[in-house]
């Protein structure tokens, strides 16, 4: 699915530029262009998903391949080793959850702190 309507839609079809970390078919990985924290990237899925409230059984293995990829993401990026660095994922849902773009999208902050509040 793709929605030409989505700002995250029009960035995975390329009229959109990005400053791209990552991709594969199944997912579009980008730096964010007001980032909260030093490293601070977008994992979006290509499949055009509004929120989390929107996910069901059959998107567990794309989000699964997703949360799995964050750690290589983390270190490739930027991000200290665990236990002392590490970082940190985010996916905000709706309105109230602070979602902004209505694509499911996971932030991947990290980094020395203090980080911007918000």
Known sequence: MHDPDCLFCKIIAGQ???SKVYEDEDMLVFKDI?????VHLLMVPKLHIPSMAQV?????PLLGRMLAKAPELAEANGCNPYPQGGFRLMINTGDEGGQEVHHLHIHL???PRPWKKG
């Open 16 to 18: 959109i530029p990005s």
């Open 34 to 38: 007001h980032p909260a924290a030093p």
């Open 56 to 60: 069901g059984a059959e998107q567990a």
């Open 109 to 111: 902050l990290g980094g």
